[in-house]
């Protein structure tokens, strides 16, 4: 199962920028993905962005331009670039090294890290 390492985050003042590191174990077999999720406080985890094998990217919250997904050329390494933060970006950040898309969608099935707490507060 792929593990993950994550790095970054922390506290925030509205409206500025943070960057949040990944490094998962493998690549994923195939055309999987590695992302990021969010859980915000009493709320379930959700999926924010992927970058899957073949250089595709997808942001699905509603952040607008916000957020974006990077990767490293060569390296297994994501980012998730985010700014102009505001309050409700307050979460728990995680990373998932493999996932896959089916019938129902992106599903995480790599290990998780310990996650990232970001907090966006004046």
């Known amino acids: 199962q792929v593990t993950v390492e994550e790095s970054g985050g922390g506290l925030a003042q509205p409206g500025s920028s943070l960057r949040l590191a990944c490094l998962p174990s493998?690549?994923?077999?195939?055309?999987?993905?590695r992302g990021w999720y969010r859980q915000c406080s009493g709320k379930k985890r959700e999926l924010v962005a992927t970058?899957?094998?073949?250089?595709?990217?997808y942001v699905y919250i509603d952040a607008g331009d916000r957020f974006a997904i990077s990767g490293d050329d060569g390296a297994n390494t994501i980012y998730l670039q985010m700014s102009d933060l505001k309050p409700e970006d307050t979460a728990m950040y995680y990373c998932?090294?493999?996932?896959?898309?089916?019938?129902?969608?992106?599903?995480?099935?790599?290990?998780w890290g310990q996650g990232i707490q970001v907090t966006v507060s004046s």
């Open positions: 998932n090294g493999d996932i896959r898309f089916g019938p129902m969608g992106p599903k995480a099935f790599g290990s």
């Open positions: 493998t690549l994923p077999a195939g055309n999987r993905a």
């Open positions: 970058l899957r094998n073949d250089g595709s990217k």
